[in-house]
């Protein structure tokens, strides 16, 4: 769940928005006609007991945001793309971009508007360590970090800016509105 957002609106409040977020997520992959598996914290289990997901649920790995990433990316064969469950604009044309750009890139990054980015696809992800060592999580730098680790001769692609949402502040109005949807 997202602890920061609960602070700010309650835990059942922000749970009821990350749950109403992850599944226009899976819609958007599904329209995308993307194969995707949710990674759960702490554990699949856990997740599954208070979220129905339409998609297989795997333990999210220990660790730093870009310790979990690069180990998740690991487990995948070939072009991995990994999207963050907190983007409440995230449609399926920016992830089909995404998957016609695979082929001609090493890295596709879907910046988000507070510096880091809500998107991350990675050709060879192999390499996920060295990409996400020493980032500054959850800050204004995550981006210019992660574009610092890449390697000379890579290929990068930047989708649209979106933003996410971590606090009461990143809402809009409109989201606001579906946490109120049934």
Request: with cysteine; proline share 5%.
């Amino acid at each position: 769940m997202k602890s920061r957002l609960a602070r700010d609106i309650g835990s059942i409040a922000a749970a009821q928005w990350y749950r109403r977020t992850l599944a226009r997520t899976i819609a958007a992959a599904r329209a995308a006609r993307i194969d995707l598996a949710i990674c759960a914290a702490p554990s699949a289990a856990v997740f599954g007991s208070t979220v129905r997901a339409a998609a297989p649920v795997r333990d999210q790995q220990r660790g730093d945001l870009g310790r979990r990433m690069a180990l998740a990316a690991k487990c995948q064969p070939g072009f991995t793309v990994i999207v963050g469950s907190d983007i409440p604009d995230l449609a399926p044309t920016i992830l089909r971009a995404a998957v016609r750009s695979a082929a001609r890139f090493d890295l596709l990054i879907g910046p988000a508007r507070d510096g880091g980015y809500y998107l991350i696809g990675l050709r060879t992800p192999a390499h996920a360590f060295r990409l996400f060592a020493k980032v500054r999580w959850s800050s204004a730098h995550a981006l210019a970090d992660t574009l610092a680790n890449v390697p000379k001769h890579w290929r990068v692609h930047l989708l649209p800016i979106l933003a996410d949402v971590d606090v009461a502040a990143d809402l809009k109005p409109r989201h606001w509105h579906r946490l109120s949807e049934n």
